[in-house]
């Protein structure tokens, strides 16, 4: 009599659509990131597809991941599912860590850990506007604050990770909000400037400076901290041309290039203002077709240059 035939594995399950990436649930403890050609800038999803996208982020995270695991890097990370797939260890999502019990483990600490190396960005945004002065950002008195210099020391910001728009949290509010102590914390910064100094000493070479960068962390079932979602890709980091930089120029090779278009055309002024008077916010525009196909290269240059691969797309998806 024929054995039944074994039973196909269940399809993975759709969870939820975050700004570039899906996430499925493959099983209790496994989660399947699916990264699309969708862009976003300053928490809003721009109407556009960048082709390649996808598949330059899912593979960067990829690279960096491995380089965590040869560095001793706790991370949740397990292999590439496909071209725009990965498979991770999954962590519960809560916006309230401490509803988990009095010793929370297994969760998404809510937070983002930025870590800057060069004044640009949002913060070169507050200073420019007379929001953070050197001595607010624990700098030596006299410090001279201008765009593109390196600053004294590392500089360290936690925002918010689960809500609708990113906000800078003081250090108390930020422990009590994610669940751990001052130790954990402390724990966090030193494994994101282990991995900074790893990720620098490998793109130096292929004429990149780190700019900065964020990272977002796990609290594992066992209680250990371990990197999560992705990093060190043109999304999550800043990255400029060493030579240029040396030159005296800041040449962009992130998603800073299209942050600017925003700022250039005007919108992104627009938003902060409807932001700060709690008016509604304008729809972001598409971007100018001309601009798609160089936002485009710009992602499979970074993916080259951060790899040090050649990028040949094995997603034939637009």
Known sequence: MPKPAASAPAAPTFVRRGKVKEVYEVSPTELEFRFTNDISVFDKHVPTEI???????????????????????????LRLSGPTAMRVRRVQVV????SLGASPKGYLVPLELIVRYYLAGSLWDRVRAGKAAAADLGFPAGTTLAYGQKLPEAHFEVTTKLE???RL????????????????????????????????EEIGPRGLLHVDGKKEFGVADDGALMVVDTFGTADEDRFW?????????????????????????????????????????????PLPPLLVDEVS????????????EPFAPTDRRT
């Open 297 to 308: 290269r710009l992602y499979t240059t970074v993916f080259e240059r951060l790899t040090g």
């Open 51 to 77: 082709p390649f996208k996808g598949e330059t982020l899912c593979r960067t995270a990829a690279h960096w991941f491995e380089r965590c695991s040869r560095l001793g890097v706790r991370h949740h990370f």
């Open 95 to 98: 916006p309230n860590p401490r």
């Open 164 to 166: 609708p728009v990113d």
């Open 169 to 200: 949290l003081k250090i108390p509010e930020a422990l009590e909000l994610a669940a751990i102590d001052r130790r954990q914390l402390d724990e966090l910064k030193e494994t994101i400037l282990k991995i900074d100094r790893a990720m620098q």
């Open 241 to 285: 041309d060493k030579d240029a930089y040396e030159r005296g120029r800041q040449v962009d090779f992130s998603k800073e290039f299209v942050r600017q278009h925003y700022r250039q055309s005007g919108y992104h002024d627009r938003l902060q203002k409807a932001r700060e008077t709690h008016a509604e916010e304008p729809a972001i525009p």
